[in-house]
């Protein structure tokens, strides 16, 4: 809605009867679908399920950060997809999402050479945005690039990866993102790529996944520190790993709880 179709809502409703019945569903319930709410319901029930005031992520995904220059990005992309054998077998599928349609379109044109591979944003035309999903779906093509268009609404059950090859800016757009792997009860696995330009908004993303079901009190984490590395947050710390030229971020929880990449 907030991509510029909420117009057409009332256009709808407005040619529909008064007795009609409504029904709304939403992921996350900020002010601005509540006034929507407000705007085309007639006295509703309400059904919630979970905690409406607490953004949470799926606790079947594994989140996953490291940090990479820009220059390295799509080198550790090709990596990080080779080494979850994306598309071997077809029924492991990754969603890739860009900051911009022009990048999706790149990234498409780079991977399709070696493996099926299809992109999809607001310029493609509504046929071919339905070719590309059916190629998506049925595994002709295991990955699909897209910008946060696909990031609402695309119900498709076997994506075990999904890649933030750009970050989003907030945390509500990451919980949309992650939340296409990880349907139907499967496991997923959210591959975060960020630069030294996306760092202002890592502070987000690992505060949020500190929201995760962990046992032990976020607020009393202590450093964990490795080498001379050692980041200004006390629940953060950094290393080179020298492997893959990419820096991995660990947040540490208590002593008695596990650590989680």
């Known amino acids: 809605l907030d991509m510029g179709f909420e117009p057409q809502i009332p256009k709808i409703v407005n040619q529909i009867r008064p007795d009609r019945q ?22 509703p029930y309400q059904i919630q399920i979970g905690n409406r005031d607490e953004l949470k992520a799926n606790t079947d995904i594994t989140q996953v950060v490291k940090i990479v220059d820009n220059y390295g990005k799509m080198d550790l992309l090709k990596q990080v997809l080779r080494e979850h054998s994306v598309g071997n077998p077809i029924d492991r599928r990754a969603l890739i999402f860009c900051g911009t349609k022009r990048m999706c ?8 050479r070696q493996i ?17 999903l059916r190629e998506f ?14 990031a609402r609404g695309l119900d ?10 750009d970050i989003p800016t907030d945390t509500e757009s990451y919980v949309h993102r992650i939340g296409r792997g990880g349907r139907f009860g499967r496991k997923a ?3 975060n790529l960020v630069t030294d330009n996306d760092k202002h908004l890592l502070q987000d993303i690992v505060c949020f996944s500190d929201q995760l079901d962990l046992p032990g009190d976020r607020n009393s984490c202590r450093p ?11 629940r953060i710390a950094t290393f080179c790993d020298c492997t893959s030229n990419a ?5 540490r929880i208590p002593d008695d709880a596990k650590e989680r990449r």
């Not at 099926?116 to 590309?132: F, L, M, P, S, T």
């Not at 498709?156 to 090859?165: L, P, Q």
């Not at 820096?247 to 947040?251: A, E, G, L």
């Open 22 to 43: 409504t029904l709304m569903w939403s992921a996350t319930w900020p002010k601005e679908v509540r006034r929507l709410a407000d705007d085309f319901l007639n006295r």
């Open 105 to 112: 379109d790149q990234l498409s044109r780079a991977f399709a």
């Open 116 to 132: 099926g591979c299809n992109a999809i944003h607001g310029d493609k035309e509504q046929r071919e945005r339905e070719r590309v």
């Open 137 to 150: 779906k049925d595994g002709r093509a295991p990955i699909l690039v897209a910008t946060d268009v696909a």
């Open 156 to 165: 498709v059950e076997r994506i075990s990866h999904v890649v933030n090859f």
């Open 189 to 191: 696995v959210a591959v």
């Open 224 to 234: 964990l520190v490795a080498g001379n590395h050692h980041h200004t947050d006390a």
């Open 247 to 251: 820096w991995t971020w660990w947040v």
